[in-house]
């Protein structure tokens, strides 16, 4: 007979951030700046998915994302879903949603767009399309896709988007 179990435990008090494409997990970590949490911390990587084939899930004690975290999220996954927990119980469980217009998040690398000239303004992008990704500014209108995103971060400068990670 077979016994089926969890592969990854349970925590406490928390965050999981579940259903996060495979292979998109440490990207994730770095680009909220979770990787940089001394709170227990497990991931897993390219997990069985009934939905969705693979997956990557973090389990995070003792953290609770805010709301840009979980719009950096969106952007990367759009199928994730965040649960809060306490008492081992979730107690709110969250889809994350791509915004029709994201501000301040995603730099524009195009140098003679205003948005790099110096000027007081924030970087702001529409959503063309969410499954590929697919986001346009709204200064010069340059087109990016997800591979071509660069994120802005107030700890950390800036990140790219890195291709899905192959185990």
Request: aromatic share 8%.
């Given at each position: 007979m077979l016994e089926e179990k969890l592969k990854i435990d349970k925590i406490s008090k928390g965050t999981v951030i579940d259903h996060i494409d495979a292979g998109y997990a440490l990207t994730i970590l770095n680009l909220t700046g979770l990787d940089e949490s001394k709170n227990l911390m497990t991931i897993g990587v390219n997990v069985s998915s009934k939905k969705y084939q693979t997956k990557d899930i973090i389990k995070i004690e003792n953290v609770f994302l805010n709301e840009t975290q979980m719009q950096q999220i969106s952007i990367l996954s759009p199928n994730a879903t965040i649960s809060l927990i306490e008492n081992y119980k979730v107690i709110e469980k969250k889809k994350v949603k791509i915004p029709k217009t994201i501000k301040k998040l995603i730099?524009?690398?195009?140098?003679?767009?205003?948005?790099?000239?110096?000027?007081?303004?924030?970087?702001?992008?529409?959503?063309?399309?969410?499954?590929?990704?697919?986001?346009?500014?709204?200064?010069?209108?340059?087109?990016?896709?997800?591979?071509?995103?660069?994120?802005?971060?107030?700890?950390?400068?800036?990140?790219?988007?890195?291709?899905?990670?192959?185990?």
């Open positions: 730099m524009c690398v195009n140098q003679t767009c205003i948005s790099n000239s110096g000027e007081p303004i924030d970087t702001e992008f529409y959503v063309l399309e969410e499954k590929p990704l697919k986001i346009q500014c709204i200064y010069c209108e340059r087109i990016y896709k997800l591979e071509e995103i660069v994120f802005t971060s107030k700890e950390k400068k800036e990140k790219q988007v890195k291709q899905r990670i192959q185990l």
